[in-house]
């Protein structure tokens, strides 16, 4: 079974930026698409970029022109560049792979209830203060 581990999380001000990483170890993920979700307090996770088992990329609107998905398939590694970042971006960030031949779109739009925990990252924390 394989292992999604993030890190790159922290505190940044508003305008500031940060880089998610997310290292895949133990499983499978060649030809699966892989995802950022996030979940800010009090709310319920929601897609914010994917990158479809096609090569594909997309965004959330929230996420259009300030974030950056890219992935390196030599080293298993997934990223999340996060520019001009937010308040509202505050919120733990999921690395998860929603599953195999999906565009990024699908990847992006599937129910976080429908991805089994086991395609989960622990999450990391960004916090954004204004």
């Known amino acids: 079974q394989g292992h999604l581990v993030e890190s790159g999380g922290g505190s940044a001000q508003a305008g500031g930026s940060l880089r998610l990483s997310c290292a895949a170890s133990g499983g499978t993920y060649s030809g699966c698409s892989m995802a950022w979700y996030r979940q800010a307090p009090g709310t319920g996770r929601e897609g914010v970029s994917a990158?479809?088992?096609?090569?594909?990329?997309a965004y959330a609107d929230s996420a259009k022109g300030r974030f950056t998905i890219s992935q390196d398939n030599a080293k298993h590694i997934l990223y999340l560049q996060m520019n001009d970042l937010k308040p509202e971006d505050t919120a733990v960030y999921y690395c998860v792979a929603p599953g195999p031949r999906m565009t990024a779109m699908q990847a992006l739009r599937v129910m976080p209830g429908a991805i089994p925990f086991a395609y989960w990252g622990q999450g990391t924390q960004v916090t954004i203060s204004s």
């Open positions: 990158i479809g088992s096609d090569g594909s990329s």
